[in-house]
């Protein structure tokens, strides 16, 4: 079974930094392509960014491009999201997602591609 833990969020104020991690347990991270996904108050989750399983290739959002990034570190089994000048309309529960994944430049944007899901983690950014 694979297991996908978050850490790193927190209450933050408007144009500040803050950096997410995510470990998936079980293989190492080179095995699976990841993501990370976003939840709002009374609205649906929404994708961020996701990084191929060789971490060549990345993907983002619109709003957040140029500001957002998202890179892995495959001897720790970890994935991070690097956030720059956040906003409060980005407060939401941030999900790491992974699966397998048999192709290795290829990075997957639907929530539906993946298998396996972290329970989040909560970030606040205050006006």
């Known amino acids: 079974q694979v297991q996908v833990v978050e850490s790193g969020g927190g209450l933050v104020q408007a144009g500040d930094s803050l950096r997410l991690s995510c470990t998936a347990s079980?293989?190492?991270?080179?095995?699976?392509?990841m993501a990370w996904f976003r939840q709002a108050p009374g609205k649906e989750r929404e994708f961020v960014a996701a990084?191929?399983?060789?971490?060549?290739?990345?993907d983002f959002v619109n709003s957040v491009k140029g500001r957002f990034a998202i890179f892995r570190e495959i001897a720790k089994n970890t994935v991070y999201l690097q956030m720059h000048n956040l906003r409060p309309d980005e407060t939401a529960v941030y999900y790491c997602?992974?699966?397998?994944?048999?192709?290795?430049?290829?990075?997957?944007?639907?929530?539906?591609?993946?298998?396996?899901w972290g329970q989040g983690t909560q970030v606040t950014v205050s006006s």
């Open positions: 990084i191929s399983k060789n971490g060549y290739v990345a």
């Open positions: 079980g293989r190492t991270s080179s095995a699976y392509a």
């Open positions: 997602a992974a699966r397998f994944s048999s192709t290795g430049a290829y990075a997957f944007v639907n929530s539906r591609d993946y298998t396996f």
